[in-house]
């Protein structure tokens, strides 16, 4: 009789893969001499083998931008970057066992940090990290915006795609952030992402029309795909219950209305999302909601659903990724008992 136990055990494991990192590379890791080995693109890391994957990716965000924004400030009281304010008013819950100390829980500050180093883990791990865009999330005036690019990058890696960011030092062209390219499909797009800035917490206007002008002003080589964070208070409203699901849809029509037949907008897919990304707190990792809809683009123009799908196969792996993979895993690949069915 065929023992199907080591069968089913690769397929639970492949399971975990799926529902924990999508369609981005595992962790690869190495137990040695009590240590725990972990690769991060092309640097190795070393940390207790006691460590779950979120004990790990503190560390890994302190080293790469944390405890550079927190040394930069010279008024500790009254930091100006949003991560050093962030970091600075987070709270750690720890115990002592097994010699080390172990991580029990976190506040909202320092989950919304260990959000960023999962991103950015993704990032560095799958395609590597531009020097300037860690540069441009050192800098408080641009951090919002380099926050959501990763985030967006991220999702696009999760979500089966590879990505190629275009060349930050080129100043002959407004380029998007980068190109990516399905895996099933083979289908590139050039991307764009912007995230509204606020100064008036109680908004409840999305406001992006100016926002997705610039986003359609980049020079684009392949099929365009634009997020947008409307950057609002967290909702978790049906579709098209809360006001600004309403406005996004007639900011585009009203784009496509007034367009002067001469000079039209770039057709293009746009993804808005609500993930406050400037003030950290993100929602327990989810996206409260996104919004997938186009400019001047004839299969949206039909409202049917089927034809875009079919047209699209694609999205389905990205719109899960970027609803529900943007929680960082509790554990490392085959530790922990938190599988989910895919």
């Known amino acids: 009789m065929t023992d199907h136990s080591d069968i089913e055990e690769r397929i639970r494991h492949f399971q975990q893969q799926l529902s924990r990192f999508g369609g981005s590379r595992s962790p690869l890791q ?6 725990r080995l972990v690769v991060a693109g092309p640097v190795i890391y070393s940390v207790p083998l006691s460590w ?7 560390s890994y965000g302190l080293g790469v931008i944390g405890r550079h924004v927190v040394n930069a400030e010279t008024d500790k009281q009254n930091p100006k970057h949003s991560l050093a304010k962030q970091l600075m008013a987070a709270r750690l819950v720890t115990a002592e066992g097994e010699g080390t100390a172990r991580l029990l829980g976190v506040s909202c500050e320092l989950d919304a940090f260990i959000h960023l180093s999962w991103d950015l883990f993704t990032v560095a791990d ?29 999702s696009f890696l999760r979500g089966g795609f ?35 800035h606020r100064t008036d917490s109680g908004v409840e206007q999305a406001g992006i029309l100016r926002l997705v002008q610039k986003a359609l002003g980049k020079q684009a080589d392949h099929e365009r795909i ?17 006001p600004w699901h309403r406005e996004v849809g007639t900011t585009l029509s009203e784009l496509e ?21 400037s003030t950290g707190k993100f929602a327990n990792g989810r996206i409260s909601t996104t919004i997938i809809t186009a400019i001047n683009h004839p299969l949206f123009q039909q409202q049917d659903r089927r034809r875009v799908e079919t047209a699209y ?10 609803q529900d993979l943007g929680e960082p895993p509790e554990d490392f690949p085959g530790h922990g008992t938190g599988f989910v069915s895919v």
């Open 226 to 242: 634009t997020f947008i964070d409307v950057n609002l208070p967290h909702d978790t409203a049906e579709f098209y219950r809360v």
């Open 30 to 35: 190495l137990d040695l001499d009590g240590d």
């Open 162 to 196: 590879a990505i190629e960011f275009e060349r930050e030092d080129d100043p002959t062209r407004r380029h998007c952030e980068f190109t990516a390219t399905s895996k099933s499909t083979q289908k590139s797009y050039s991307v764009e992402a912007k995230s509204r």
């Open 313 to 322: 196969p694609e999205f389905g792996r990205l719109c899960h990724s970027v």
């Open 126 to 154: 799958n395609v590597g990290v531009q020097a300037a865009l860690i540069e441009r999330l050192k800098k408080p005036s641009l951090y919002q915006g380099a926050r959501y690019e990763v985030f967006v990058a991220a």
């Open 257 to 277: 209305s007034r367009q002067d037949p001469k000079r039209l907008w770039p057709q293009s897919i746009v993804f808005f999302t609500n993930g406050t990304f």
């Open 52 to 58: 779950n994957f979120r004990e790990f990716l503190l």
